[in-house]
T-cell receptor
C-alpha cells in the first residue's frame, strides 16, 4: 500500500492554464506538506497543514492555493501557470516527534509539472 | 532563517570506495534528517540525529551529528551502485519537525 500518493505523476500544460495536483496519505499523520524541487534539485517547503489548518506558507505566490478537505488529503491548485512553475512538486506527511517517533517526513513520488 | 550547506555538491566514486558527505547548518539543530533520492523518485528517509555527538548506522551508511549540533556527516563504506542518488540533509529548527529546511543536496555516482 502506498503511504503518500500523488496524482498526476506527470503534467504538461500551457502557460496561463490552471492545474491541480492531489495528495493523499494513509498513515494517519496530522501534518501534510507541499515541497517544490527546482531544476537544481533544491527542495523548498511551500505549505504545511496540520489537521486541515494552514500552519506554514512560505511566501508562495497567491496563484498557489492549497486545500485540505480532511487531514488525509492536501491538494495543490495553481492558477495562471508560468514557465517558472515548472518543477517537481512533492507532497509529504509527518507526525510530531516524540514517544518514539522521529518526526521524519514521508514523501510521495513527486509530480513533475512542465509549463510550456 | 536556517540555511544548510552540503558538500560536495557532486561526487563520483569507484565501487568499493568510502565517501563522506557533509552538512553544515547556520543555526543549532533540534534534529537533523538524512534522506536519499533516487533519480526521478521521491525521498527515502535514512536516519535522524538529535543529540550532540550522536552517531547512527544503517547497513553501510553511518551518520554523525557534532557536539555543537551544527554539522553532520554521512559516511558510506564500500560504496555500491545502489548507493547512487542524491543525498539531502534536512534540518529541524523548531523542535517540532513541522518545517524541515533542506540542504542543497549531494549527487553521488558510483562507477564500476
Amino acid at each position: 500500500d502506498t503511504a503518500v500518493s500523488q496524482t498526476p505523476k506527470y503534467l504538461v500544460t500551457q502557460m496561463g492554464n490552471d492545474k491541480s495536483i492531489k495528495c493523499e496519505q494513509n498513515l494517519g499523520h496530522d501534518t501534510m506538506y507541499w515541497y517544490k524541487q527546482d531544476s537544481k534539485k533544491f527542495l523548498k517547503i511551500m505549505f504545511s497543514y496540520n489537521n486541515k489548518e494552514l500552519i506554514i506558507n512560505e511566501t508562495v505566490p497567491n496563484r498557489f492555493s492549497p486545500k485540505s478537505p480532511d487531514k488525509a488529503h492536501l491538494n495543490l491548485h495553481i492558477n495562471s501557470l508560468e514557465l517558472g512553475d515548472s518543477a517537481v512538486y512533492f507532497c509529504a506527511s509527518s507526525q510530531v516527534p516524540g514517544q518514539g517517533l522521529t518526526g521524519e517526513l514521508f514523501f510521495g513520488e513527486g509530480s513533475r509539472l512542465t509549463v510550456l | 532563517s536556517q540555511e544548510l550547506e552540503q558538500s560536495p555538491q557532486s561526487l563520483i566514486v569507484q565501487e568499493g570506495k568510502n565517501l563522506t558527505i557533509n552538512c553544515t547548518s547556520s543555526k543549532t539543530l533540534y534534529g537533523l534528517y538524512w534522506y536519499k533520492q533516487k533519480y526521478g523518485e521521491g525521498l527515502i528517509f535514512l536516519m535522524m540525529l538529535q543529540k550532540g555527538g550522536e552517531e547512527k548506522s544503517h547497513e553501510k551508511i553511518t551518520a554523525k551529528l557534532d557536539e555543537k549540533k551544527q554539522q553532520s556527516s554521512l559516511h558510506i563504506t564500500a560504496s555500491q551502485p545502489s548507493h547512487a542518488g542524491i543525498y539531502l540533509c534536512g534540518a529541524d529548527g523548531t523542535g517540532t519537525a513541522s518545517k524541515l529546511t533542506f540542504g542543497t543536496g549531494t549527487r553521488l555516482q558510483v562507477t564500476l
